[in-house]
């Protein structure tokens, strides 16, 4: 059998009725662009997590960089982030001409390590930004403490986490702003790009606001130099529909990764769980030494794997100018040469995730 990293198709089997009827009443209205379904979600999603506001943008990389601009991030400045990540929290602070600060990750979460960012604080240092990373949420309570200590703006990167949660509250509503991606293959995907921030200060909900559409308020009057960041009409539909299935997706990703674990602890590293957080396993990546070997038993079996991330941002070509060394970030290293991500998604069977279990059980013992 082949079996993807996420199956798409599955997913839109079974809402394919729902999907079709929005997508008809949209193209019938005419109304394309941050129309009465972009407004709905946006209270749905701020609904959700129990905050006061959500601004639908055009994807999660936007939501991070208008964010960033919504707190007067600028040249001259520095932001935290984490070296292991997709890149799109460090581009965001680069396009503000602020520096991105990069810090060590927690062995057993993969998330920035807390200990590792205050050591890394100047007066320069404007926010941090903790990415939840495959799902996994980031000690909050100590980057929150600390950005109270010195005066410092948080900003979730939620891209990969959705509906986590992080000592019972939902991940994105505990700092200044939590940041939404909606790219297709995330635990809530458009079929498209899509973002959104939200948040609970009504002054970083106005300037996203405005920011995202050419900064206007009535048709071209422009306070300022914005951006076209739209969420529109249709991805916004799909999105509704599937929010309301959001838990139990989310449910059956962790079903999934509860037999991975079950069946690979004694050979591989397997995703940790913590009794105060809810891991959405956006992901589940595994650790291990024989990671190639592995890797090759799922291709030679039709079973997809992905490395997230082979290169961490301090030694990616773009930030080579921050001077970075290999060995500064020890944790992010090591897991880049060690981390492999299974398929995982709602739609998988159980029968097909064991099935993916005892290729790795074979390759490795």
Request: charged residues 25%.
């Amino acid at each position: 059998m082949t079996i993807p990293m996420v199956d798409l198709r599955a997913q839109y089997k079974a809402l394919k009725t729902e999907i079709e009827d929005a997508l008809r009443e949209i193209l019938e209205s005419g109304h394309f662009i941050l129309g009465p379904n972009v407004e709905a979600l946006e209270r749905e999603i701020a609904h959700y997590h129990g905050v006061k506001y959500a601004v639908g943008l055009a994807s999660g990389t936007d939501a991070l960089h208008l964010s960033l601009k919504a707190i007067e991030a600028k040249e001259g400045d520095e932001i935290i982030t984490t070296t292991f990540t997709f890149i799109a929290a460090a581009e965001a602070i680069a396009y503000t001409g602020a520096t991105p600060v990069f810090a060590d990750i927690d062995r057993d979460t993969l998330n920035i390590d807390p200990s590792q960012i205050e050591k890394r604080i100047t007066p320069k240092t404007k926010a941090i930004i903790p990415v939840h990373l495959f799902g996994q949420p980031v000690a909050l309570d100590e980057i929150m403490h600390i950005a109270k200590r010195y005066n410092l703006r948080v900003i979730e990167d939620c891209a990969q986490a959705f509906g986590a949660e992080y000592k019972g509250v939902k991940v994105g509503s505990i700092g200044d702003a939590g940041c939404f991606s909606f790219y297709p293959s995330k635990n809530l995907g458009a079929y498209g790009d899509g973002g959104m921030v939200i948040t609970n200060n009504p002054e970083i909900y106005e300037k996203v606001k405005l920011l995202r559409n050419h900064s206007t308020m009535t048709p071209y009057r422009h306070s300022s130099i914005g951006y076209n960041s739209r969420l529109d009409e249709i991805q916004a539909a799909i999105l509704r529909i599937k929010l309301r299935h959001i838990d139990s997706y989310n449910q059956k990703r962790r079903e999934v990764a509860r037999l991975y674990t079950t069946m690979l602890k004694d050979v591989v590293e397997c995703p940790k769980e913590f009794p105060d957080r809810v891991h959405v396993y956006h992901q589940y990546t595994i650790r291990s030494s024989q990671r190639m070997k592995i890797q090759n038993a799922l291709k030679a079996n039709d079973i997809s794997s992905v490395l997230y991330y082979p290169l961490p941002l301090h030694l990616q070509e773009a930030f080579r100018h921050l001077g970075y060394r290999e060995d500064d970030f020890p944790h992010a290293l090591s897991a880049s040469r060690e981390v492999l991500s299974l398929p995982i998604y709602p739609e998988l069977e159980l029968e097909q995730a064991e099935f993916i279990a005892r290729t790795i059980l074979k390759a490795v013992t």
